[in-house]
DNA sequence: CCATATGGTCAAGCAGCTTGACTATCTCGA
DNA sequence: TCGAGATAGTCAAGCTGCTTGACCATATGG
């Protein structure tokens, strides 16, 4: 495979990443979840099943912890998150998503669904699993990173 | 397809993406190109061909211009390109990659043959070459847009 | 040939991240 | 058991890359 091949590839990957990223966070938006980013559902993705500390977060995002602390407020503020007293540490702070967190957490599941049923459209539904499953063999471990 | 498939294949696409495009200016860094970070890229390829105005490279961006411009002043800066008078109109400037500036895009092209090389690994040629054109029949057209 | 549109830059401001410093609490070995 | 070091979280200041607003030079069209 040249070079170039390779380069195309990126190239295409990137862009259909760009696109369903901005297209989820619209969907989000035009749901009535307001002031929110793509990093929020980054973060909300960590934080659904459980909850978690700043610390794990920061880890997830591939940030500093002082960043996710910022982020944390901003959720908290715009009633997303709540913080409560983590359980067996006394220095920590469990972050738990809200109704409101879940509501929009099941709001991004839709737009996404929406712009997967479009590629849907055109690969088919047998090719989008087959996009999903080659996608998934080589999804890396570890943080998250932004595309660019 | 449910929403939650729809999430987990967003997942994966965006944490792909993530890392393709860590790897690709990892690469680039590590054969001593300094200074440059992934929106020079995207900046690259767009000057690839024949240059481009100042209010081409913010449009393919998705940028004003004047956050292109100051991209410009950068990588002219920085020795990657640099500012032509425009053939037919005397107010644009035609802004043209310079010998290190195709170095860089070929090192560029390299790193992103060699993470490609890496999913070939796991998937096959064949996966990948599928993988590329799924991807390609799906890409948008219109402005790069970072993943989050 | 002038009114308006367009290409580019300067300047100021803002948002999201960083580094550095600090307190509170936990962990663990002497 | 207790004290030294590690860890969780936050406050503060600074930097970077973007934005908006203003401006000049040149192009375009009635």
């Not at 977060?57 to 009633?79: D, F, M, N, P, Y």
Request: with cysteine.
């Amino acid at each position: 495979m040249h070079n170039s091949e390779a380069m195309a590839l990126s190239a295409a990957l990137l862009a259909v990443a760009g696109e369903l990223t901005h297209r989820i966070n619209e969907g989000v938006l035009a749901r009535g979840f307001e002031g929110v980013r793509p990093a929020h559902g980054f973060a909300f993705t960590r934080l659904a099943p459980d909850g978690a500390t700043v610390t794990d977060l920061a880890v997830h995002l591939g940030v500093t912890k002082q960043a996710a602390s910022q982020l944390v407020e901003e959720i908290v503020r715009k009633g997303y998150a709540e913080r409560r007293p983590h359980p067996v540490d006394a220095r920590a702070k469990l972050i738990v998503l809200t109704e409101r967190g879940w509501a929009c957490t099941r709001a991004a599941e839709e737009a996404a669904a929406e712009v997967v049923q479009r590629w849907s459209d055109v690969l088919g539904e047998g090719g989008v699993r087959a996009l999903g499953g080659q996608l998934g063999r080589i999804a890396p471990y570890g943080p998250i990173r932004p595309a660019w």
